[in-house]
């Protein structure tokens, strides 16, 4: 398996710290807002990343914060008049549920800033005892970049380079214009923890080291994130955690491109800035995560409608050829694989061959999904209701392996949109039970309205999507 390391810009095959095993640290968002589109891009990708390396196997730590102390989150609870934990609580919940629809796993661990000040005031204390952090006067405290002599080696800066267009503020009690905050001192109305230097709160780089030393060791196998990370947080994480620990920090660093919309940038001021609940009453959050999964995860994407709507309609071919594979399936005549049947599934094994090749050559997603299509219409081809059942398990099979390692769910059952769906199927009938006809009607024609049309059989009510 090769993976594009930021560290050294090229492919390299992939040698886990310890054999069968993948550590992987992925910097999470802050939580003082819904999470926007950009935010799910690295959660679809190396949740995608997670899942194939547990197909091929190993056992994945996946580690991903939620960074719920700042500057943003401290500025809306005092707009809002309420405390910080009670902003970062809500959003941290309302990511949860974003990460849901996508289909995004739980990580192993989701570890809160908050809740790990002990050992950032452990790891900063270390840095100062081997001379890498300085205390000033008001208790600041600074790392010392210059004293790490590979600073710049993530993201190919030179160091002289930086110096050039950095100045020291008048109010800065820094040593060089270089040196970042791990600890700073409280300022009136926000929150703040005891340190030995002074009541404060931790400066964000610093989280990560010690999040990623605490529950993945000093040597990571992966360390990932959207690519505006390498500098400065993840150069500042290497200077951290590698002064601290004396070894190498991550074997791979992982970047994804940036999301764009209508080739712009995305950003509130332009007004084309999306969360993804938005997204989510338009789409089922499956067609996002589709979306993401077919551009490679290193290029910019562009969002824009048509190309979700491309997506929607690409999802939904998977999804009905699963569906209809699963009823013939279902309806088949037992028996041994016949040779004929024995040929077909070589050739739908071919497609399985080309999808992990793609995964194996960095994680080409774009060409995974490419591979899905041809073993679909391979399906579509070649599923008939003649065929065994023991073949036709054997075609879902391969597909639903595809689809898994992808994430996309294929059982309209278990889809975020559908259980909405049968939820209002259900009240419909309790509704005509009841004999409140006004509103199953109303019930009806809001399903038409969403392209739902409700056929009532002798096993009860069907829907399908017009
Ligand atoms: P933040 O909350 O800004 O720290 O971002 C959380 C994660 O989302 C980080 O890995 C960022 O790199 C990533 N991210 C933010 N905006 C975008 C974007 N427009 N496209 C892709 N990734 C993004
Ligand atoms: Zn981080």
Redesign the pocket.
């Known amino acids: 398996m090769k993976i594009y390391n930021t560290l050294s810009r090229t492919k390299e095959e992939f040698v886990p710290v310890q054999e069968g095993k993948v550590s992987m640290y992925?910097?999470?968002?802050?939580v003082y807002n819904l999470?926007?589109?950009?935010?799910a891009?690295?959660m679809i990708i190396f949740d995608t990343v997670r899942r194939y390396m547990e197909y091929k196997g190993y056992d994945v730590n996946y580690v991903s914060n939620f960074?719920d102390v700042d500057d943003k989150i401290i500025a809306k609870a005092i707009a809002e008049g309420v405390s910080a934990s009670e902003i970062s609580e809500k959003y941290i919940a309302e990511c949860k549920k974003d990460m849901e629809g996508m289909n995004v796993k739980p990580a192993t661990t989701h570890p809160l800033a908050t809740q790990e000040i002990d050992g950032m005031i452990k790891m900063i204390r270390t840095l100062i005892d081997k001379g890498y952090a300085y205390v000033v006067e008001d208790g600041t405290v600074y790392y010392r970049t210059r004293k790490f002599t590979e600073y710049g080696k993530l993201s190919k800066k030179n160091i002289d380079d930086l110096e050039a267009g950095k100045r020291i503020a008048v109010e800065e009690q820094k040593e060089d214009a270089l040196d970042f905050v791990l600890w700073k001192p409280k300022k009136e109305g926000e929150p703040y923890w005891e340190s030995p230097w002074c009541q404060g709160r931790p400066g964000w780089h610093i989280e990560c080291s010690v999040m990623a030393k605490k529950y993945l060791g000093d040597e990571i196998d992966i360390h990932a994130?959207?690519?505006?990370?390498i500098f400065p947080h993840h150069e500042n994480e290497i200077a951290q955690s590698e002064a601290a620990n004396g070894k190498p920090f991550a074997k791979y660093w992982m970047h994804?491109?940036?999301?764009?919309i209508d080739n712009r940038?995305?950003s509130k001021s332009l007004g084309n800035f999306f969360t993804v609940r938005d997204i989510s009453e338009k789409y089922d959050l499956q067609v996002l995560r589709f979306f993401m999964l077919s551009a490679h995860y290193r290029s910019p994407l562009n969002f824009s409608a048509d190309l979700m709507e491309a997506s929607r309609h690409g999802l939904e071919r998977i999804v009905t050829a699963a569906e209809r594979l699963r009823e013939l399936t279902a309806s088949a005549a037992e028996g041994q694989i016949t040779e004929q049947e024995r040929t077909l599934l070589e050739e739908a094994e071919g497609f399985v061959k080309k999808f992990e090749a793609a995964m194996e050559d960095d994680f080409n997603t774009a060409d995974g999904v490419a591979a899905i299509f041809e073993l679909v219409k391979f399906i579509n081809s070649n599923g008939k209701a003649e065929q065994t059942k023991a073949f036709l398990a054997e075609l879902e099979k391969r597909l639903a392996l595809m689809c898994d390692i992808m994430g996309i769910i294929t059982e309209k059952k278990e889809r975020g949109l559908d259980k909405e769906i049968e939820a209002l199927i259900a009240e419909r009938q309790a509704a005509r039970k009841e004999k409140n006809f006004a509103r199953a009607d109303e019930i009806r024609d809001q399903l038409l309205a969403q392209g739902i049309v409700l056929e009532d059989t002798r096993e009860g009510v069907k829907w399908k999507r017009v």
Do not use: S
Request: proline residues 8%; charged residues 15%; aromatic residues 4%.
């Open positions: 992925v910097c999470g968002p802050t999470i926007h589109i950009g935010n891009r690295p960074t994130g959207g690519e505006d990370l994804n491109g940036f999301l764009n940038k995305m």
